[in-house]
């Protein structure tokens, strides 16, 4: 499992659906995921630092997470299968640990708010970059470099 950051939100210029990239801390590895226009506007929004004068569902979920006694601990993507991406939160309150199902982006979303770590499991870089079912370090160079020649102003730039 590699701790992973945001590095920003794009739109994939063929299908104009939004993408958010996660970088591994090492910077070796750059995962991107398809992710829902409402998702995409939320994680933009918490990393631009955008205050709305009401909370919006993933500050909602935060404020309710922390009135129960509860933290974010941390938030996992834990699988891909048929390219459909899988999370999962951990949740403290008081002595009990829950892991609660969660779409990656809204994970991410929650993740970013809360100031909790995000992981992705290698099998999911693995799946991400296979052809056939077999890894591809090609598949994988060539998606770090794409996304490296990406413009950094275009992250984060994405707007309803």
């Known amino acids: 499992m590699k701790e992973v950051r945001v590095l920003g939100i794009t739109i994939d210029p063929v299908t104009n659906s939004p993408i958010v990239i996660l970088r591994d801390l090492e910077k070796k590895v750059t995962l991107p995921i398809w992710i829902g226009i409402l998702e995409a506007n939320s994680i933009a929004m918490e990393l631009e630092k955008m205050k709305l004068p009401r909370p919006m569902t993933h500050d909602l979920l935060k404020n309710v997470i922390s009135e129960f006694g509860g933290k974010v601990l941390r938030v996992e993507i834990t699988d891909l299968r048929e390219n459909t991406y899988y999370a999962v939160i951990y949740l403290k309150q008081g002595e ?27 099998s999911v870089f693995e799946k991400a970059f296979s052809i056939e079912g077999e890894e591809s370090e090609e598949a994988k160079d060539r998606w770090t470099k794409l996304l490296e020649m990406l413009d950094p102003e275009d992250f984060t730039k994405y707007k309803m």
């Open 96 to 122: 009990k640990t829950l892991q609660i199902d969660s779409r990656p982006s809204d994970a991410i979303a929650l993740a970013l708010r809360c100031d909790a770590p995000i992981y992705v499991y290698e």
